[in-house]
Protein backbone atom coordinates (compact mmCIF):
# COMPACT_ATOMS: atom_id res chain seq x y z
CA UNK A 1 0.00 0.00 0.00
CA UNK A 2 3.14 2.45 0.25
CA UNK A 3 3.82 2.39 -3.65
CA UNK A 4 0.39 4.23 -4.26
CA UNK A 5 1.08 6.98 -1.53
CA UNK A 6 4.63 7.20 -2.64
CA UNK A 7 3.18 8.07 -6.43
CA UNK A 8 0.40 10.31 -5.28
CA UNK A 9 2.80 12.42 -3.28
CA UNK A 10 5.01 12.92 -6.50
CA UNK A 11 2.01 13.70 -8.49
CA UNK A 12 0.76 15.93 -5.65
CA UNK A 13 4.84 17.75 -5.61
CA UNK A 14 4.61 17.98 -9.49
CA UNK A 15 1.41 19.79 -9.34
CA UNK A 16 2.03 22.36 -7.05
CA UNK A 17 5.27 23.53 -7.38
CA UNK A 18 4.35 27.40 -6.19
CA UNK A 19 2.57 26.11 -3.05
CA UNK A 20 4.46 25.81 -0.07
CA UNK A 21 4.57 22.35 1.92
CA UNK A 22 2.07 23.02 4.48
CA UNK A 23 -0.21 24.52 2.18
CA UNK A 24 -0.21 20.96 -0.08
CA UNK A 25 -0.73 19.37 3.17
CA UNK A 26 -3.13 20.99 4.48
CA UNK A 27 -4.90 20.60 0.81
CA UNK A 28 -4.86 16.80 0.98
CA UNK A 29 -5.21 16.06 4.53
CA UNK A 30 -8.13 18.06 4.71
CA UNK A 31 -7.15 19.90 7.01
CA UNK A 32 -8.11 23.85 8.22
CA UNK A 33 -5.45 26.43 7.76
CA UNK A 34 -3.46 27.76 10.41
CA UNK A 35 -5.24 30.28 12.24
CA UNK A 36 -8.89 29.24 11.31
CA UNK A 37 -9.07 25.59 12.97
CA UNK A 38 -12.75 26.17 13.48
CA UNK A 39 -13.08 27.33 9.63
CA UNK A 40 -13.55 24.47 7.08
CA UNK A 41 -12.36 25.18 3.48
CA UNK A 42 -13.99 23.63 0.75
CA UNK A 43 -11.89 21.65 -2.05
CA UNK A 44 -11.59 22.70 -5.34
CA UNK A 45 -12.53 20.89 -8.14
CA UNK A 46 -9.52 20.56 -9.82
CA UNK A 47 -7.47 21.20 -6.45
CA UNK A 48 -4.52 19.15 -6.18
CA UNK A 49 -6.36 16.60 -3.56
CA UNK A 50 -8.83 15.86 -5.97
CA UNK A 51 -6.51 15.33 -8.80
CA UNK A 52 -4.55 12.83 -6.15
CA UNK A 53 -8.07 11.15 -5.62
CA UNK A 54 -8.57 10.37 -9.37
CA UNK A 55 -5.18 9.17 -9.52
CA UNK A 56 -5.73 6.16 -6.58
CA UNK A 57 -9.41 5.78 -8.08
CA UNK A 58 -7.67 4.28 -11.32
CA UNK A 59 -7.53 0.36 -11.77
CA UNK A 60 -3.79 0.28 -12.27
CA UNK A 61 -3.41 1.57 -8.53
CA UNK A 62 -6.29 -0.26 -7.34
CA UNK A 63 -4.79 -3.98 -8.91
CA UNK A 64 -1.46 -2.52 -6.49
CA UNK A 65 -3.66 -2.14 -3.87
CA UNK A 66 -5.36 -6.01 -4.37
CA UNK A 67 -1.77 -7.25 -5.14
CA UNK A 68 -0.55 -6.00 -1.83
CA UNK A 69 -2.89 -7.98 -0.31
CA UNK A 70 -2.54 -10.94 -2.35
CA UNK A 71 1.15 -10.88 -1.54
CA UNK A 72 0.03 -10.49 2.23
CA UNK A 73 -1.88 -13.77 2.19
CA UNK A 74 0.29 -15.66 0.41
CA UNK A 75 3.12 -14.54 3.22
CA UNK A 76 0.60 -15.75 5.84
CA UNK A 77 0.33 -18.87 3.86
CA UNK A 78 3.79 -19.88 3.38
CA UNK A 79 4.25 -19.06 7.36
CA UNK A 80 1.42 -21.25 7.96
CA UNK A 81 2.84 -23.98 5.74
CA UNK A 82 6.55 -23.81 7.80
CA UNK A 83 4.79 -23.34 10.60
CA UNK A 84 3.06 -27.13 9.76
CA UNK A 85 6.78 -28.45 8.84
CA UNK A 86 8.10 -27.13 11.98
CA UNK A 87 5.69 -29.08 14.05
CA UNK A 88 6.02 -31.99 11.44
CA UNK A 89 9.68 -32.66 12.13
CA UNK A 90 9.51 -31.69 15.67
CA UNK A 91 6.80 -34.65 16.48
CA UNK A 92 8.96 -36.87 14.74
CA UNK A 93 11.96 -36.21 16.40
CA UNK A 94 10.62 -36.33 19.88
CA UNK A 95 8.23 -39.39 19.17
CA UNK A 96 11.26 -41.68 20.16
CA UNK A 97 11.20 -40.23 23.72
CA UNK A 98 7.52 -40.21 23.67
CA UNK A 99 7.39 -43.91 22.67
CA UNK A 100 9.95 -44.90 25.20
CA UNK A 101 7.15 -44.93 27.79
CA UNK A 102 4.95 -47.08 25.83
CA UNK A 103 3.74 -50.34 26.93
CA UNK A 104 4.27 -52.27 23.24
CA UNK A 105 7.55 -50.70 22.68
CA UNK A 106 8.77 -51.55 26.06
CA UNK A 107 7.44 -54.91 25.66
CA UNK A 108 8.99 -54.92 22.11
CA UNK A 109 12.17 -54.06 23.24
CA UNK A 110 12.38 -56.80 25.93
CA UNK A 111 11.61 -59.47 23.13
CA UNK A 112 14.10 -58.38 21.02
CA UNK A 113 16.64 -58.51 24.21
CA UNK A 114 16.18 -61.63 24.88
CA UNK A 115 16.32 -63.06 21.42
CA UNK A 116 19.34 -61.76 21.34
CA UNK A 117 20.81 -63.55 24.21
CA UNK A 118 18.90 -66.67 23.25
CA UNK A 119 21.00 -66.50 20.08
CA UNK A 120 24.33 -65.71 21.63
CA UNK A 121 23.57 -69.00 24.28
CA UNK A 122 22.86 -71.37 21.19
CA UNK A 123 25.99 -69.48 19.69
CA UNK A 124 28.35 -70.07 22.27
CA UNK A 125 26.67 -73.61 22.59
CA UNK A 126 27.31 -74.65 19.03
CA UNK A 127 31.01 -73.47 19.36
CA UNK A 128 31.31 -75.80 22.76
CA UNK A 129 30.13 -78.63 20.75
CA UNK A 130 32.14 -78.63 17.71
CA UNK A 131 35.78 -77.47 20.16
CA UNK A 132 34.20 -80.95 22.23
CA UNK A 133 34.24 -82.78 19.11
CA UNK A 134 37.79 -81.11 17.48
CA UNK A 135 38.84 -82.26 21.35
CA UNK A 136 38.08 -85.88 20.85
CA UNK A 137 39.67 -85.78 17.85
CA UNK A 138 43.06 -84.95 18.88
CA UNK A 139 45.75 -87.09 19.90
CA UNK A 140 48.02 -86.59 22.67
CA UNK A 141 50.51 -86.73 20.41
CA UNK A 142 49.46 -82.93 19.51
CA UNK A 143 48.79 -83.67 15.53
CA UNK A 144 44.78 -83.58 15.30
CA UNK A 145 44.84 -84.36 11.81
CA UNK A 146 47.05 -87.63 11.51
CA UNK A 147 48.15 -90.84 13.31
CA UNK A 148 51.50 -89.86 14.75
CA UNK A 149 53.98 -87.54 14.23
CA UNK A 150 56.62 -86.84 11.86
CA UNK A 151 59.26 -88.31 14.36
CA UNK A 152 56.95 -91.24 15.60
CA UNK A 153 56.69 -92.48 12.41
CA UNK A 154 60.35 -92.73 12.22
CA UNK A 155 59.53 -95.55 14.83
CA UNK A 156 59.60 -99.26 14.05
CA UNK A 157 56.78 -102.08 14.69
CA UNK A 158 58.79 -103.17 17.59
CA UNK A 159 59.88 -99.86 18.96
CA UNK A 160 56.28 -99.24 19.45
CA UNK A 161 55.78 -102.58 21.51
CA UNK A 162 58.59 -101.51 23.56
CA UNK A 163 56.70 -97.97 24.37
CA UNK A 164 53.42 -99.56 25.14
CA UNK A 165 54.88 -101.92 27.87
CA UNK A 166 56.90 -98.86 29.19
CA UNK A 167 53.40 -96.64 29.32
CA UNK A 168 51.80 -99.91 31.05
CA UNK A 169 53.51 -100.06 33.78
CA UNK A 170 52.92 -95.98 34.58
CA UNK A 171 49.30 -97.09 34.14
CA UNK A 172 49.02 -94.59 31.40
CA UNK A 173 46.57 -97.70 29.92
CA UNK A 174 45.04 -95.07 26.63
CA UNK A 175 48.01 -94.64 25.93
CA UNK A 176 49.57 -97.98 25.57
CA UNK A 177 46.59 -98.95 23.84
CA UNK A 178 47.14 -96.43 21.11
CA UNK A 179 50.60 -97.58 20.49
CA UNK A 180 49.37 -101.63 20.18
CA UNK A 181 47.17 -100.31 17.38
CA UNK A 182 49.98 -97.99 15.74
CA UNK A 183 52.09 -101.36 16.01
CA UNK A 184 49.61 -103.31 14.06
CA UNK A 185 49.57 -100.56 11.07
CA UNK A 186 53.50 -99.83 10.96
CA UNK A 187 53.69 -103.92 11.07
CA UNK A 188 51.79 -104.17 7.82
CA UNK A 189 53.60 -101.96 6.70
CA UNK A 190 57.00 -103.64 6.68
CA UNK A 191 55.53 -106.57 5.24
CA UNK A 192 53.97 -104.87 2.40
CA UNK A 193 50.77 -105.74 3.12
CA UNK A 194 48.87 -102.24 4.59
CA UNK A 195 50.85 -99.05 3.18
CA UNK A 196 50.59 -96.93 6.09
CA UNK A 197 49.79 -93.35 5.54
CA UNK A 198 50.61 -90.43 8.38
CA UNK A 199 48.36 -88.39 6.97
CA UNK A 200 45.19 -90.91 7.10
CA UNK A 201 42.94 -91.59 9.70
CA UNK A 202 42.61 -94.90 11.06
CA UNK A 203 39.07 -95.65 9.64
CA UNK A 204 40.74 -94.48 6.21
CA UNK A 205 43.27 -97.52 6.57
CA UNK A 206 40.17 -100.03 7.73
CA UNK A 207 38.84 -98.89 4.29
CA UNK A 208 41.91 -99.38 2.31
CA UNK A 209 42.39 -103.26 4.17
CA UNK A 210 38.74 -103.92 3.26
CA UNK A 211 39.71 -103.96 -0.26
CA UNK A 212 42.76 -106.41 0.13
CA UNK A 213 42.65 -109.83 -1.70
CA UNK A 214 44.97 -110.90 0.27
CA UNK A 215 44.45 -110.36 3.85
CA UNK A 216 47.00 -111.56 6.51
CA UNK A 217 45.41 -115.27 7.88
CA UNK A 218 41.83 -115.02 9.80
CA UNK A 219 42.92 -110.77 11.49
CA UNK A 220 40.10 -108.58 11.45
CA UNK A 221 41.20 -104.59 11.83
CA UNK A 222 37.68 -103.61 12.09
CA UNK A 223 37.39 -104.93 15.85
CA UNK A 224 40.59 -103.41 16.23
CA UNK A 225 39.83 -99.95 14.81
CA UNK A 226 36.72 -99.77 16.62
CA UNK A 227 38.14 -100.72 20.17
CA UNK A 228 41.13 -97.85 19.05
CA UNK A 229 38.63 -95.09 18.08
CA UNK A 230 36.51 -95.10 21.57
CA UNK A 231 39.38 -95.43 23.97
CA UNK A 232 41.60 -92.70 22.05
CA UNK A 233 39.25 -89.95 20.84
CA UNK A 234 36.10 -90.98 22.97
CA UNK A 235 38.36 -90.56 26.29
CA UNK A 236 37.20 -94.37 27.19
CA UNK A 237 39.32 -95.60 30.63
CA UNK A 238 41.40 -97.77 29.36
CA UNK A 239 42.57 -101.18 31.79
CA UNK A 240 45.73 -103.38 31.90
CA UNK A 241 42.54 -105.93 30.45
CA UNK A 242 42.86 -104.16 27.29
CA UNK A 243 46.23 -103.65 26.21
CA UNK A 244 46.32 -107.69 26.93
CA UNK A 245 43.32 -107.65 24.65
CA UNK A 246 45.22 -105.50 21.89
CA UNK A 247 48.73 -107.55 22.44
CA UNK A 248 46.83 -110.67 21.49
CA UNK A 249 45.18 -109.22 18.53
CA UNK A 250 48.95 -107.58 17.28
CA UNK A 251 50.18 -111.89 17.80
CA UNK A 252 47.12 -113.02 15.75
CA UNK A 253 48.57 -110.58 13.10
CA UNK A 254 52.05 -111.79 13.28
CA UNK A 255 50.93 -114.83 13.01
CA UNK A 256 48.72 -114.37 9.88
CA UNK A 257 51.16 -112.51 8.11
CA UNK A 258 53.97 -115.64 8.67
CA UNK A 259 51.43 -117.60 7.28
CA UNK A 260 50.32 -119.72 10.12
CA UNK A 261 47.28 -120.15 12.51
CA UNK A 262 45.76 -116.96 13.90
Known amino acids: MRLPLVLASIVLFSMSLGQSATEVRDQILGSAPTGSPTQSISTPIDSPQSQAERILQNPLYRE ?10 LNEAL ?28 SQ ?26 LKRQPDSGNAD ?21 LAARGEFRAAVRCLYLACLIRMDESNTLRFE ?21 FQLEPLTQKFDNAWYGFIPQSQADVDWFKSEYQALVAGLRGGPA
Open 64 to 73: SLNTAEGESW
Open 79 to 106: NNFFERIGEWLGNLFNRPQQQRGSPIVA
Open 109 to 134: GVTQVMIVILLAVLAAFVIYLVSQIK
Open 146 to 166: NLMSEEEARRSADQWLTEADK
Open 198 to 218: RHQTNWEHLYRFRDLTNKPGN
